[in-house]
């Protein structure tokens, strides 16, 4: 009985880490099905600090926009001052935990970001980059 | 005290207590009570409005028994006058020579009645209007939203009335007081009047003034007592509006780039269109599915401005024609008249950063109650006081604008 519950605690603090490995590894396999990769850290990261003009606007625009440049803080939306929880999966475990969300959010900051989509090369860099801090 | 120094023809005066500590402690907080509900009458100062309602309230209801236990001069039986008396002592006043009474006298006798039950009937509107509109109070859900808004023109309108009643009064005692020579405001302060040797002195009763002034006192204090032990993390929040219908999804999809702003916000109309135009939504692409638009959409609909969840609903979708779908609740004339007072320093500050961001004032956005009173216009800490004082006294110049000098007069050289 005690050992169940030991075992069942450790599982507890194991299986968010398995299942965000899980989700980026899978959507990162689903990328080089795609024939993309492989897939660098280094890249990810000068894609995340990269600016982009805004076609509208004028106005340059990145990743640390919103998200600031320490991804273990929180960054704060352009418009409406919300509160984004850290990227980092290190300062806030719930982080590409999700398979759904983690394509829901590449599609809406990408098309805001970069003002188009991001490749499946892309994506897997930024992948590789947020899941090493 | 200066009237005195006249010649008078009566040899012998001497001076007694006419009016009671009660009744000049009544008096005095009734003028505060008024005086604080009608700086306060903005949505805003809601708590510090009802506090000055229910005060002036205990104080009619203390009165009706004082007048009946409260002494001479006190008591009701010693300015029972009938309307003859009243009429007849205004035309002996208006003719420069009205009988001097050592009590009330009959015309302002009729005045402390027509005060006293004007101020019964504000304070029963005020709780209509208050269970009506807001849903609070003793009177909650006694009537609809309709109703409640009738009560509360009712309301500001006796309120016009006992402020014309307040000027008839002050222009009686004045004239009372140049006519018979004498201070009666002063008499108000000290409840002692100059009479003729013998007359009937009233007590002070002192026990019932403390208990007066230590009830309210205690109610003061127990009614913002939210106040002295709020945090800036958690502000005190005066009214706390009923839970709303709530929906995990919708707060976790809508609440991810802005405030979740609740569906009771705008019509289901416009809900149903901005979801619609989901892909182009304020300029992003919004990437949502099927089934995630349809529960978003439905959880929206059924919970729209349409349905008077709350009066900010009610009066939101009252002031949208019928054939507009506005997409920000920022056009709605609801909206826009409620914020007009709000300066453009104001939305520009850093901790407010715009007008989507309800939350930076209203204490309950999350919720989306709205309630009056529930909110703080962000100022920097130790200015808080200041900006209060200085939109407290704006107010005040404003109401009263009748005291101030003109402010181009030339000045007269000749």
Known sequence: ?133 | MQTQTEENPVAEITQARIWNIPVRLFHWMLVSCFITAWLTRDDRYLDIHLFAGYLMAALILFRLLWGVIGGPYARFGDFAFGWREAWGYTKMALKGCPPRFIGHNPAGSWGIYLLLGLGSLIAITGLLALGGEEGHGPLAGLLNRPQGALAHDLHELLAWVMLGAVAVHLLGVLVESILHRENLIGSMITGYKSVPPGTVSATASRPVAAFMLVATIAAGFSWFYGYLVETPEQPYRPFIGQQLPDNALWREECGACHLAFHPSLLPARSWRVMMQQQASHFGEDLFLEQDAIDEITTFMADNAAEQELTEAAWKINQSIPETETPLRITETQYWIDKHSEISMQIWESPKVNGKVNCAACHLDADDGTFEDAAMRIPVEEDQSSTVLFNEMFQKAARYFSFNSAPPNRLDDKG
């Open chain 1, 1 to 133: 009985m005690k050992r169940k519950l030991i075992v069942i605690t450790a599982l507890m603090f194991v299986m968010p880490m398995v299942v965000q490995a899980d989700a980026i590894s899978q959507l990162q396999a689903d990328y080089q099905a795609k024939g993309a990769g492989p897939f660098s850290a280094a890249a990810g990261e000068a894609l995340w600090n990269k600016p982009f003009k805004d076609a509208k606007s004028g106005k340059e625009r990145r990743c640390t926009t919103c998200h600031t440049t320490d991804l273990t803080q929180a960054g704060k939306h352009l418009r409406t001052g919300k509160v984004i929880e850290p990227m980092a999966p290190s300062a806030n475990p719930k982080r590409l935990t999700k398979i759904k969300k983690i394509k829901k959010w590449f599609v809406r900051n990408c098309k805001w970001t970069l003002g188009r989509e991001c490749t499946a090369q892309e994506k897997g860099d930024l992948l590789a980059f947020l899941k090493s801090l």
